[in-house]
């Protein structure tokens, strides 16, 4: 098959592409392939630079914190100050305003919307209470904030996005304007899954924001912050200076996690957010647990000392991922460039590749990979309702395949990129 | 002071025995003690025979699961199945009828009634838009309970307890009448803080309620389930061979944890249910989070091996233990037996011992004690909205402090029950 942008083709040319391209998929499907692409999950590589981390509290540790508490028993619900210190320092945040979790940052999201939803916060009514409650989720986004979202009924806007972040001034719109909207989902370092740094203007555009609903808050999930895929990493903003500047502390609740630092089941979560925030749902936390795994903070504390060495951890990672990442982005370049059919990003950090297919041919592209055993996001996912309403963005998660079986999987992807793509010229 | 019960003194009797008792606890006030009786806090050296705990899972462990899972990673919500299995054991489930959690079991009952309040389960509405919902609450219970409950602002109703649990006839008559009464509190073996262990027939009897509501669920937190201090600890029918008995399989949710097994802060939490119930609270857990720590899990199970071997480490608690319990009731039963100024359990096992001051005076102990350096659990605590009626019951945890902080807190307990007493009858 010739390497040109599709639609120069005639209908003979059309045909005939279309005939040998299912050849190609039909050569693919004999492989029998069960491969997966589906979620940011870090490979097994990865996960082994992190084994000494379980060497650091051994069987004969000191384990009490800076602060002498013993952190094997209850207590500390806001976690141990070393470990908030840590935290602090990654993201630009004062360590009294910082709480050390559990090992979910999605567990802590969920907390602040649920505390929001069934006692209200800033003495305003719960939710559960009003009769309709919106949040602004640009798009393409997380679909775990979007589950998140649905399951309290909340009724999700998508918002555009560009190279900058989300188009601030409809988010500015609906702000200012909208007492029911009640928050936003961000992730403002290699957003998942565009792969975008929100520009200093988009963190200065949010911290300026004057929210009609007194309980508005952005939900920061700043879930990538040190995770460069690029030498020379952009060094944003902070949500934390921002805010500082504009006499807005309160506006964010920022989260973040080591999942994809140390172990994404064994990880260790974070929340930064203003301090009389932070009294709040930390009274709030109290009811629903005693406190979070210390012991669990104190190894990972003890594993990286500092910020800098954690940051230098991250490279490791760097290592493993950008050859995977380029794989990906090679194969797009070489396979699909040419054809005119499909843009995708090309992402400085992060999990993600963002693809999107000509219009109406995602679901397409995606049902085709699986039948052919490649097991992608599903197409929508990255939408509020799973609504993507060009059928056209498709998430690649690169991180998780052998280096082998992501060359076969891309492979298979493109093939199938051009299939849905001449089923629909044919 | 003579030791003769104090409603057979004469008022000039009563006069100089306050002044004594007086000078007593100006005494220990002089000490500036500074002790808290107040949790039911493993102390250090319950947790230093766990240390070896931190070692079972080591830089060069094999991280994957029988099921050759990468418990390092994401997956897995309802935790890996040797954990199930182990917990089953112990709790006479089936493993499928089980999900491993965090390190919190107070976190899943949270969660628990958060499906309830917000999703509403079997088909119900969401408690959230129901104008009453009642919870029952055996008294003296579990604080950390009624906050939960009266979190989702759910009505309490007490229910006297006897030595063989809650008053069932009562149970019985609002479960299956009052199609508002959601589900009710249990701590079946070694009550918080009664230590009572629910005879077979209450056990049976709960298995046999016919609840008016469909979303009726008795929340059966077994915190306590291999936590004696007896050598020969009774064997309690289960909730789980009950409910098979009486064909109620679904009526129940069971919860407890290893907090008091080997770490507080670092446990692995454990839920048990019906199959049917546990798919739909995993369907809601699943949007609160991807999983829980795994990697905590398997050290957890790597450590024990099996439940037997979990059994002979509590034998290593009970050791540390019941010294310390004979301490508390060795000093009640010389201080203040011969007095008649109180009732207190003799528990078998768990982690209190729960005390009856006369009417109107439990208040008034607490303060003398804090005033004195010694901080009890609120009096009123173990009362849904922290109301006593009887303002008598004191929550005594002894584990925590060490056998010479004990003997002290106990003297300084004992003066402060006597002087309430005669502030009282002077």
């Known amino acids: 098959m010739e390497k040109k942008p599709l639609d120069q083709l005639t209908a003979a040319e059309i045909g005939a592409a279309l005939k040998e391209t299912k050849a190609a998929y039909d050569a693919f499907q004999a492989k029998k392939l069960s491969l997966n692409m589906a979620r940011g999950k870090p490979g097994p590589e990865q996960l082994d630079i992190t084994m000494p981390l379980l060497a650091a509290l051994p069987a004969d540790a000191d384990p009490h914190s800076e602060s002498g508490d013993d952190c094997r028993n ?81 009724k999700m806007i998508p918002v555009p996005t560009d190279e900058n972040g989300p188009d601030m001034a409809t988010v500015k719109q609906y702000v200012e304007s909208d007492a029911s909207v009640k928050g936003i989902w961000c992730v403002p370092i290699y957003a998942n899954p565009s792969g975008i740094v929100y520009s200093d203007d988009t963190v200065r555009a949010f911290a300026a924001l004057k929210p009609a609903a007194k309980d508005f808050r952005i939900y920061w999930d700043n879930a990538y912050c040190i995770h460069h895929l690029a030498a020379d990493p952009k060094k944003p ?36 957010t203003a301090k009389a925030n932070l009294d709040e ?18 190894r990972h504390v003890r594993f990286f000392g500092n910020a800098d060495n954690m940051r230098a951890h991250m490279e490791k990672h760097r290592a493993i991922l950008v050859p995977k990442f380029a794989a990906v982005l090679d ?12 843009t995708w990003t090309k992402p400085e950090g992060g999990y993600f590749v963002s693809f999107n297919a000509p219009k109406g041919t995602a679901k397409r592209i995606v049902q085709l990979c699986k039948e052919a055993g490649v097991t992608l996001t599903g197409a929508g996912a990255t939408y509020p309702y799973k609504n993507d309403p060009d059928d056209s963005n498709i998430r690649i998660a690169p991180t998780y395949p052998s280096p082998a079986e992501l060359k076969q999987a891309m492979e298979l992807f493109c093939i199938c990129v051009k299939l849905a793509a001449l089923e629909k010229l044919a």
Chains 1, 2 share one sequence.
């Open 74 to 154: 209850y207590g500390l619900l806001s976690g141990i100050t070393e470990a908030k210190k840590l935290f602090a320092d990654i993201l630009g945040a004062n360590p009294d305003e910082v709480l050390v979790g559990g090992n979910s940052s999605l567990e802590l999201m969920f907390a602040c919307m649920q505390i929001s939803y069934v006692k209200g916060i800033a003495g305003c009514t719960p939710w559960s209470r009003l009769d309709e409650v919106k949040f602004l989720c640009p798009v393409p986004g997380y679909d775990r904030h979007f589950a998140i979202t649905e399951y309290f009924g909340v």
């Open 237 to 272: 903003l902070t949500i934390n200076q921002a805010c500082a500047e504009a006499g807005s502390e309160g506006l964010f609740y920022q989260f973040a996690s080591t999942s994809k630092i140390t172990f994404p089941g064994a990880g260790v979560a974070v929340m930064n």
């Open 281 to 298: 749902i930390s009274k709030h936390l109290g009811v629903q647990t005693i406190g979070y795994d210390k012991l669990n903070m104190l």
């Open 331 to 342: 194969m797009l370049e070489q396979e699909i460039a040419p054809l005119g059919i499909g």
